[in-house]
């Protein structure tokens, strides 16, 4: 009877089956700049134990590229679509308005609407609208800062917008040796700036219409031209000390700058010596001239996803309040937002273009002039390089006196149209 209960035993335990591992979902995080926070990975990594995040780095050793961008678009078009992407950085980012009129994402919406710790009022409002794109939000981010121009309201008015018109009749009330931005800035600064924040008026990216052959992008040209073509930075220092001088002497009639907190309304003030507005640069139908810029990475998530509730988990990280915000970026959280603008800062002197300030606690005023002009901001940096590269490299000819302002025109025009023609 025992050898029979030892046997009966030994075959129980040999026909058992034996445990079968859970299967591992991984999620691919495709990632054009290299910068995705690998520590957040891990976290999220740690915390699950049946789908994982594997980064697929389309950077150069951390830096971005266009080889890298295009790479991770030509795969995306071929059917081979990351779960996660993340888009790039402020000066380089993959085409976000094209992949999501095409639909390679997600809308978060609905995502931020029932997620127990956010939901519609958990974010703040003007970075949040103007980052939708048609309505949809297809990408997180945690914090911002505004890139404008600011100049002494005397000069400028106490407004928030105008046109090349409006900015040239506002300079002839200047002393007559004075520049409109820094003397420092050339014809390709003043082309980056004022083309980014005009991009959407010359291509209808739902229609595929370019119009770079309108009078206002020859306007636009022709004012630019009034630039210097180059400029000797061999002596820096001695550059700071002269656009300093020319602000505190009324020579300068605007200075291009970062918004990150109340703060800057005092730097601005003290530096021109003045009261100052956020005039911003000028737009074709004087619209606000000043844009977000986002402080830390963006992700989306894909249409294709494999399993959008765990990728939505990563991709809301960026929103949750930290409780940790500090200068200088612009929470998107709102209550962290709230925590933010009110809290206590540390403060010592601080030097502007070799101007030296001392700063005190922002007063209720300056959080209101603050507020006010963050408030109205409505737009988000719109990068296409491609386009930005056909446009400086037909002008270089034109800002040399090599080509007439119609060659280049039209030679923007039809390359523009071309590539834009492409994508449809």
Known sequence: MLLGVLFLAACGAGGEDSPVEAEVQTL???TVSGNVDREMVS????????????????????????AGIDQLMSEIIA????????????????????????????????????DPDLGRDSLVKAPIEAAKINGALYFSFGSVVINTLVGPERITGKRYSWTVENLEEAFQAMPEDSTIVQYCDTKLDMLYYLFHFNLGHWIDWETGKVSFDDEEFRSYLEFVNEFPLEFDWSDPETVNE??????????????????????????MDAAFHEKTAFIGYPTLDGSIGSCF?????????????????????????PFLCEKSQIDPAIPV?????????????????????????????????EKDRFLDFFNRVDKVVQVNNTVFHIV?????????????LDETVNLIQRRVSLYVNEQF
């Open 333 to 365: 959280n709102q209550e962290e937002f709230d925590i933010w603008l009110n809290c206590e800062r540390r403060l010592e002197p601080l030097t502007y273009s070799s101007i030296e300030i001392d700063l005190h606690q922002p007063t209720q005023e």
């Open 242 to 267: 002269e656009i300093g001088s020319r602000m505190l002497s009324g020579r300068q009639m605007l200075t291009n700058t970062n918004i990150s907190s109340p703060l800057n309304v005092q730097i």
């Open 43 to 66: 976290r999220f990594n740690l915390a699950h134990s049946d789908v994982q995040i594997e980064v697929k780095d389309y950077s150069e050793r951390g830096k971005i590229t266009d």
């Open 392 to 404: 400086k490299d037909q002008c270089g000819s034109y800002f040399a006196g090599d080509k007439t």
């Open 293 to 317: 810029y986002f402080a830390d990475e963006q992700f989306a998530m894909s249409a294709a996803c494999q399993n959008k509730e765990a990728a939505w988990e990563f991709i809301r990280l």
């Open 28 to 30: 691919v995080l495709a």
């Open 79 to 114: 059917g081979q679509i990351p779960d996660i992407i993340e888009l790039g950085t402020n000066t380089r980012q993959l085409p976000v308005r094209q992949l999501a009129q095409k639909g390679y994402l997600e809308n978060l919406w609905p995502y931020i609407e029932n």
